[in-house]
């Protein structure tokens, strides 16, 4: 069994000062002290070998974490436990420690996929949490899971119902619904046409789904005639 110390000792041989110094500027909710520059190939690949080896227990249970690379990497070994049960956990006791966006990004846990039913009431949970990233991370899963044949209007309205300023609650409802827009036009449509959002997020949707190469030219000029005065 992989002790913390042998586990961050074999991160700081990862190290890219450079990148560190990069990566730190996309963070700014992380002390730049706390980011050390493992490029993200590396952390997976690390995660991997940790998981297969059954080297994560202990790495799992010691939160919070020291460094951002080390909240990274325990996402990357929580997305590839294969138990749903045992994932489902892992991720509840972690949701509460994550404290930037690529952190909760990150966190694509695989087993879910097979799941959705069961995954469902947990996500409407972590929709009404209070943590920010919570949020963040209940409106991936269903932006993840829920748009394509298991799609239902129902989830366009519990996303519309999150009234949060932090900002990386709103751009995620902004990249949600944007998406939902590529996959389930129709049935996105009425979200900016009745003004179910604020307008920073109708706004900021409308932006990313004319950036989208999934929308047709056709999409794009109407949802251009949506936008709203700021």
């Known amino acids: 069994m992989k002790t913390i110390s042998e586990i961050r000792t074999e991160l700081l041989s ?9 990566n730190s500027q996309l963070l700014p909710t992380v002390d730049s002290l706390k980011v050390i520059g493992v490029r993200t190939p590396l952390l997976r690949q690390y995660a991997k070998q940790l998981v297969k080896s059954g080297n994560v227990d202990e790495f799992l249970l010691d939160l919070p974490h020291q460094l951002f690379e080390e909240n990274q990497l325990h996402a990357f070994i929580i997305s590839e436990i294969k138990s ?5 956990a892992a991720v509840e006791k972690f949701l509460p420690f994550i404290d930037n966006w690529a952190t909760c990004d ?6 879910f996929a097979r799941h959705k039913q069961e995954l469902l ?19 991936k899963m269903l932006m993840s899971h829920f748009l394509d044949a298991d799609f239902n209007p129902e989830y366009l309205s519990k996303v ?6 932090e900002y990386y609650i709103m751009m995620m409802q902004a990249w949600y619904f944007a998406t939902a827009l590529a996959k389930q036009y129709e049935a996105t449509l009425p979200v900016l046409q009745e003004s179910w959002l604020s307008t920073w997020v109708h706004n900021k949707t409308i932006q990313k789904a004319i950036e989208s190469y ?3 030219p056709e999409q794009k000029e109407f949802l251009r005639t949506l936008r709203r005065k700021e």
């Not at 519309?160 to 300023?165: F, K, L, M, P, T």
Request: with cysteine; hydrophobic share 35%; glycine share 2%.
């Open 106 to 111: 990150q966190l694509t846990p695989r087993s």
């Open 121 to 139: 009431p947990h996500i409407y949970r972590w929709l009404s949490d209070s943590h920010e990233y919570t949020i963040r991370f209940g409106i």
């Open 84 to 88: 749903y049960d045992d994932c489902l």
């Open 160 to 165: 519309a119902a999150i009234n949060r300023s």
């Open 14 to 22: 990862m190290v890219d000062t450079k990148y560190a110094q990069f």
């Open 214 to 216: 999934r929308i047709t």
